[in-house]
C-alpha cells in the first residue's frame, strides 16, 4: 500500500525506470502497472543493448507501450466505477454524469434544444476570453455520448462537448493533503500561471503566491500542485526554473478526485489572462474537448503562453490534450542521461524537452519527494519560457537556451541542468 505522502502512482514496470519505493511520484494517467518485460528507459536506448536480437527488444517496447495505453484506459474506468453518480465514461474519457456544454448558443438555437428535452442548467459569460458557455442537462435516459448525437443533429452548427476531466495522475492519485494553504502577497516582477491543484506551503515556496479554486472546496493543497510549483518557483532545498517567482495558482480540484472539469479548465485560463499571465504551465492532460480548445486558442490570441505535457501513457495511447492543440508549447520529459522517458505520450507538434525524472520536489509537509513524468518537465520549461516573454518572439528565445537540438527534444532541451537530485 502506498504511503500518503506519494505524490501520484508508483508505477511497478520492471521496466529500470527506478520507480519501485514507495515515495517516487508518476504524473498524469499512469495506474500501477503489472511485471512488464526488463527494457531501457526509452526506445532509443534499446539500440545499446548486446543481450537480445533486435526483433525482440522492438517487441517488448512495442507490448510495453500497448500496456501503458491499456493501463490507462482501467484506470480512468475504474475512477468512473467509483464515482458513478458523478461521472460517466464517454467515447473519449470520463466526463461530469449528464452534461453537455454548449460554447455561443444563439437565442433560436437554445429554444429548438429546450424543446427537444434538453435543460439550461448554467450560463456564464467567459469574459476575458471573450465566450459564453451554457451548461445543458442530457433528457432523461440519454448518455452523454447520445446526447451529443442528438444535439448535433439539431444544431449542426453548434459547438458543444461533454465536461470532460482533465487528470494530473491516475486514479489512485491522493489530489488534497494536509497542511497549510501556501498564500503570500507583496509580489512583484516575474508571474507565472500554475493551474492544476492547490499548493501547500513549503520551505521551498519564499515568494508570492496567490491562489484561488475554481472547483467545490478550493482551494486546498494538493501533493501534485506543490511538486509543479516547487520545480517553477523553489528555492534552497528545490531547484526551480524561475527561483522566487510569484505564483498565480488555479486549483480545479478542489481535492476531489472528480475535479479537474473542461469549464473549470476553461475558467482557471480565464482567470490567467484577465490577470495579464503571460506564462501558464498546466500540467494536465485530458481528452480533445471544444471548451479547452477555444480557450487555449483564445488564450493564445491575447499573448498568453499554455505549457502543457504530452502525458505518461505511452507512444501508443492517444495524444494528450491540450498539449496537443497548435497554440500549446507541448513538452516531454527526459532522464539524468537525457533520455526520453519510455512512458512518454506523442503530440502531433513536440514544441521542448526538459527534466522530468531522477530528481526531486516539494511535497507537502516540508519534506522532499522524488518525481517522474512529463507532468515535473512542464514547470521547468514554463519558468524559462517567461524569461523571454518581452522579446519579439518568445519561442525563438527560448531555443536559444536548448542545451541539445536533437530531434527527439522538438525546438529542443530545455533547463537541462535544473535538477534537485533525490536525497537517498
Not at 459569460?125 to 442537462?137: A, K, P, Q
Not at 507512444?315 to 497554440?327: H, L
Not at 533547463?415 to 536525497?423: I, V
Request: charged share 20%; glycine share 12%; with cysteine.
Amino acid at each position: 500500500m502506498l504511503k500518503p505522502r506519494t505524490i501520484s502512482i508508483v508505477i511497478g514496470l520492471g521496466l529500470g525506470l527506478s520507480l519501485g519505493g514507495a515515495g517516487s511520484a508518476a504524473a498524469q494517467l499512469l495506474p500501477p502497472m503489472p511485471q512488464l518485460p526488463r527494457l531501457p528507459s526509452t526506445v532509443d536506448g534499446a539500440a545499446g543493448s548486446l543481450l537480445r536480437p533486435v526483433e525482440g527488444l522492438e517487441r517488448d517496447v512495442t507490448r510495453t507501450a500497448r500496456q501503458l495505453a491499456r493501463q490507462r484506459l482501467e484506470a480512468l474506468d475504474e475512477l468512473v466505477r467509483t464515482y458513478p453518480d458523478q461521472l460517466e465514461m464517454t467515447r473519449d474519457g470520463p466526463a461530469v454524469r449528464s452534461e453537455i456544454v454548449a460554447i455561443d448558443p444563439e437565442p433560436a438555437v437554445l429554444a429548438v434544444i429546450e424543446t427537444a428535452g434538453f435543460a439550461v442548467v448554467e450560463r456564464e459569460i467567459v469574459e476575458d476570453l471573450g465566450f459564453e458557455l451554457v451548461t445543458l442537462r442530457v433528457p432523461a435516459g440519454l448518455s452523454v455520448d447520445r446526447a451529443l448525437a442528438r444535439l448535433r443533429r439539431l444544431a449542426p452548427g453548434l459547438e458543444a462537448s461533454a465536461n470532460h476531466l482533465h487528470l494530473p495522475s491516475g486514479a489512485n492519485m491522493t489530489v488534497a493533503a494536509t497542511g497549510a494553504l501556501a498564500q503570500r502577497g507583496g509580489g512583484r516582477g516575474t508571474v507565472i500561471g500554475l493551474i492544476d491543484g492547490g499548493v501547500a506551503s513549503h520551505p521551498a515556496l519564499r515568494g508570492s503566491i496567490e491562489q484561488r479554486g475554481f472547483a467545490a472546496n478550493g482551494p486546498r493543497p494538493s501533493p501534485h500542485g506543490t511538486a509543479v510549483a516547487s520545480l517553477i518557483a523553489g528555492e534552497g532545498p528545490v531547484r526551480g526554473a524561475a527561483p522566487g517567482a510569484t505564483l498565480k495558482v488555479a486549483d480545479i480540484f478542489g481535492g476531489a478526485r472528480t475535479g479537474g472539469s473542461a469549464t473549470a479548465l476553461a475558467r482557471a485560463i480565464n482567470w490567467m489572462v484577465g490577470g495579464g499571465v503571460r506564462v501558464v504551465a498546466v500540467s494536465l492532460s485530458g481528452p480533445n474537448n471544444a471548451i479547452v480548445a477555444r480557450a487555449v486558442a483564445e488564450a493564445h490570441r491575447r499573448g498568453t503562453y499554455i505549457v502543457a505535457p504530452v502525458g505518461n501513457a505511452g507512444a501508443a495511447a492517444p495524444p494528450s490534450f491540450p498539449a496537443s492543440y497548435p497554440e500549446t508549447v507541448a513538452v516531454t520529459a527526459v532522464d539524468a542521461r537525457g533520455r526520453v522517458l519510455i512512458e512518454a505520450g506523442r503530440s502531433p507538434s513536440l514544441d521542448y524537452a526538459a527534466p522530468g525524472a531522477d530528481m526531486a520536489a516539494a511535497e507537502p509537509g516540508g519534506g522532499l519527494v522524488p518525481v517522474r513524468g512529463t507532468s515535473f518537465a512542464v514547470p521547468l520549461v514554463a519558468g524559462r519560457l517567461v524569461r523571454h516573454v518581452g522579446a519579439a518572439d518568445p519561442l525563438a528565445a527560448l531555443d536559444r537556451e536548448a542545451s541539445s537540438r536533437d530531434r527527439r527534444y522538438g525546438r529542443g532541451l530545455i533547463c537541462a541542468n535544473c535538477r534537485t537530485p533525490p536525497r537517498n
